[in-house]
């Protein structure tokens, strides 16, 4: 029973005063050191549950680290490097890459629109010396291959 009841019960049964007070205040205390108690328990479980929330991030940290390099690995190994480097002359809008249709080009071209790298197009619509900054364009993924390895040759730590 709690003790606001008890109190006045009690206190009315034996006729008030003094005796009444004592008692309202051992039964407050046994109370007030429960609660102590219960908060000290529950502070004791809160501390047990962020140790093991901290390790449990550790080991997620440790994962997505091992997922961030093979994902670098496979991004940097993607691609030859000359192939790269077109998309790297696009990026950079190199004004002096320019259309041939003699020799592998077009055909790497294509490769790169295939890929994902280069937005669609058609090699018939180019002409030769046609600057190709004006007529292709880079795809998301060819940007951020571009970003990704001119990162990693700048020695930025999630390019590598």
Known sequence: MDPQFIVPIV?????????????????????????????????????????????????VQAQAAAVQERVNTIVKYSLSFYLSGYLSRLYRRDEKFRYDPNGRLPEQLRLLRDLGYLEVFR???????????????????????????EGAAAGHPHSE
């Not at 004592?22 to 000290?40: P, V």
């Open 123 to 149: 090699t018939s619509d180019l002409k030769k010396d046609d600057k190709l900054v004006d007529k292709l364009g880079l795809t998301p993924l060819g940007r951020l291959s571009v970003e990704f390895r």
């Open 11 to 59: 206190a009315a049964a034996l006729g008030g005063g003094g005796l009444s007070v004592l008692l309202g205040h051992i039964l407050r205390r046994k109370s007030d050191a429960a609660a102590i108690d219960k908060t000290r328990a529950e502070t004791d479980y809160l501390h047990v549950q962020t140790k093991r929330l901290e390790g449990e991030m550790k080991t």
